[in-house]
């Protein structure tokens, strides 16, 4: 039997389960499971009054992600359906970039970003990830304690992809300034409008004095962005490395250091943080719900009518997690859709895994005997529908001099071009992407992550 979608209003009456509010932030999974008796397609509210279809079938996910025709990204109808005041709104709507357009518009702006993205160089990204991580450790490592979340994790991305872009630190410090800002909740139209004109000042200046950095690259490639474009591309692109890359990041840590398989007696065996991070992108993706498509007809899907211009959701951590197809063995598997599938995959996979992973290490490496300042079942979780993310990741370890930082060092950051279109695998389930190389580490390490790292 067809069911139709409940129109907006008190979830209580229209039968839609909230996906806000700290009830759903601290066990989302136990709120995922209750809605698999609706099948594949659940009723859920994002916010209050703003409903929506939330995926949460495995299959179903893939094949609404792989069908752009029936589930287009464009939001501008459904705009005109919700207040502006809702606090989804302002990163819902419509943006001329290339993760919110469909058809011939999405391919020009995607080849223009994927493209430029393919000529990172991958070791010399892994350089910059490595001096960054250290100029941070260095800051907290002799106070015995930090927040990763706040301290480690959302920084070092946001320095990184400031460097690939060729960004000044004028202009690099006020686009960090900002994307802090959005991340808090802090002010966000006074945070937008510091983006914008930091960004606004980096594509004139490129303009102006052309360098081998990912700014100019989109700016010269074929397609002939217009500044406002390549401007909508790098909000997009900016914004990855901050919420998914922080959370990918953070949850990564909170795992190795909570969990008894990574940090407790090792002497069975050792996973390493690449099986750690695949563990993440399965349970606790980065961004939890998101991929959001508006059909502009009414679509009879999976015996669900979905209304017209009515967002549909895709529920990664729930499709992940759909006991019909799930795997047990997730060590090495990369069929779990946290970057998506189709043609809207995530083009910054490669890099992102590769940032997250090398930070990881670089903080296991300096304090080898760190642990949580709390316990993790105290640990608490940002609301909202779409991340999953920690409000903070307290640690404690002995207080240590962390060694001096090394001369700098130019950046090249064009790789071979024989190489190029290795670093920006397309994702596809059941489609696995090799993982980045394994880094050197020291013989240096001490405690139950010393043992684990080592396989003793």
């Not at 609706?38 to 209050?48: D, I």
């Not at 800002?181 to 490129?206: H, P, Q, Y």
């Not at 914004?239 to 953070?250: F, K, S, V």
Request: one cysteine or more; glycine letters at 6%; proline letters at 11%.
């Amino acid at each position: 039997m067809t069911s139709d979608a409940a129109a907006s209003g008190c979830p209580v009456h229209t039968g839609r389960t909230p996906l806000y509010g700290p009830e759903f932030a601290a066990n989302p999974a136990r709120v995922y499971d209750a809605l698999r008796r609706h099948g594949p397609v659940a009723p859920v509210e994002l916010a209050p009054g703003i409903p929506a279809s939330l995926i949460i079938s495995y299959d179903a996910a893939l094949a609404v992600l792989r069908d752009p025709e029936r589930f287009p990204k464009d939001a501008r109808r459904w705009e005109r359906t919700v207040s502006p005041d809702s606090p989804v709104v302002p990163f819902m709507k419509y943006r001329p970039a290339c993760n919110k357009t469909d058809g011939a518009e999405h391919a020009r702006l995607r080849a223009a970003v994927s493209d430029s993205l393919s000529r990172i160089d991958l070791n010399t990204l892994r350089a910059s990830v490595e001096r960054h991580s250290e100029t941070l450790i260095r800051r907290f490592a002799g106070r015995g304690a930090a927040d990763l979340r706040a301290e480690y994790a959302l920084v070092v991305p946001l320095l990184v992809v400031n460097e690939v872009l060729g960004c000044p630190p004028e202009i690099g410090d006020r686009i960090v300034v900002a994307m802090q800002g959005f991340v808090e909740n802090v002010d966000t139209a006074k945070s937008n409008r510091i983006l914008l004109e930091a960004i606004g000042e980096l594509v004139a200046l490129k303009r102006a004095r052309p360098a081998n950095d990912l700014t100019t690259w989109i700016l010269d490639h074929p397609a002939r962005l217009t500044d406002e474009e390549v401007t909508e591309q790098f909000i997009p692109l900016i914004g990855l490395a901050t919420e998914p890359e922080q959370n990918l990041i953070a949850n990564g840590l909170r795992l190795l250091l909570s969990d008894k398989r990574f940090a407790g007696d090792l002497s069975g065996g050792s996973l390493p943080v690449a099986d750690a991070l695949d563990e993440v992108l399965w349970t606790d993706p980065p961004i939890a719900n998101w991929a959001i498509s508006y059909p502009v007809e009414d679509v009879e899907f999976r015996g669900v009518r979905l209304p017209a211009d009515q967002p549909v959701v895709i529920g990664f951590a729930a499709a992940n997690t759909d006991p019909s197809t799930a795997s047990a063995n997730r060590a090495g598997n990369r069929a779990h859709l946290a970057w998506g599938a189709g043609p809207h995959t995530c083009p910054v996979q490669g890099q992102a895994r590769l940032i997250a992973s090398v930070a990881m290490e670089k903080l296991l490496d300096a304090l080898p005997d760190m642990e949580l300042a709390v316990p993790a079942g105290q640990l608490e979780w940002r609301p909202g529908f779409a991340q999953r993310a920690l409000t903070a990741l307290p640690v404690r370890f002995p207080p240590t001099q962390a060694p001096p930082p090394p001369p700098p060092a130019a950046a090249v950051w064009e790789g071979d071009p024989a190489q190029r279109g290795n670093t920006t695998p397309a994702a596809a389930a059941n489609d696995p992407v090799p993982a980045p190389g394994p880094v050197a580490v020291p013989e240096r390490r001490r405690g139950a992550l010393a043992r684990w790292w080592h396989g003793k």
